[in-house]
């Protein structure tokens, strides 16, 4: 299963695409941000992500689209365009038929890191440690992009585990949450740690 993750933004919209194999595993298909410059009429900046993401759905055809879910933030504007954004997104998998699924930040970090608090950080280290590239991809949202792919890919093992934002006791940690575990108690940062072991 070919999964697409978008990660909305009017400045940068993050979009990754991932291949879903037996076994939890995924690998890594295609990154990139989709970018606008602020001084743009807001229909043209539509249009110009709107474009971006088509060609990216022609090109690399996955058989999902998964988008983050828009909450509520202090800044009313940016929730504005990313709201935008994301009816942009959504109108172009409805026209190639493709199923949408929208995934909330918590459940994106729960689902990549065991924790739902986890920063971006956190996040673009798992996001690459699971995919096996080089270095984190930036900027984050191309990150933010892929783990929602990700999220996605394991959604359904991961809704089982238990309430959002953290690891069912009886669910066994992915390889790459286990690598994390062991790479978060070998540098003495136990926060997380102790979230994934619980």
């Not at 978008?6 to 695409?17: A, E, H, K, Q």
């Not at 890594?28 to 743009?40: C, I, L």
């Not at 924790?115 to 971006?120: C, R, S, V, W």
Request: glycine share 8%; proline share 6%.
């Amino acid at each position: 299963m070919r999964v697409l993750g978008i990660d909305p933004g009017l400045t940068r919209c993050g979009v990754g695409i991932v291949d879903a194999h037996p076994g939890r595993t995924v690998s890594f298909v295609h990154v990139s941000v989709v970018t606008t410059a602020a001084d743009m009429p807001l229909e043209e900046r539509l249009v110009r992500v709107a474009s971006g993401i088509e060609a990216i759905l022609d090109e690399h055809r996955p058989d999902c689209v998964a988008v983050e879910r828009v909450f509520a933030q202090h800044n009313v504007r940016t929730v504005m365009g990313t709201a935008q954004v994301s009816g942009v997104a959504l109108l172009a998998a409805a026209r190639r038929s493709l199923p949408v699924a929208l995934h909330t930040p918590s459940e994106v970090k729960a689902a990549i890191t065991g924790y739902g608090q986890a920063d971006k950080r956190q996040v673009g280290t798992m996001v690459s440690k699971i995919l096996k590239l080089d270095e984190i991809p930036r900027p984050a949202d191309a990150a933010d992009a892929l783990a929602l792919a990700i999220c996605h890919a394991w959604r359904q093992p991961v809704v089982a585990a238990g309430a959002p934002g953290r690891v069912g006791a009886s669910t066994a940690l992915t390889p790459a949450q286990q690598a994390w575990l062991a790479a978060e108690r070998s540098t003495g940062k136990s926060a997380v740690a102790r979230r994934l072991a619980r």
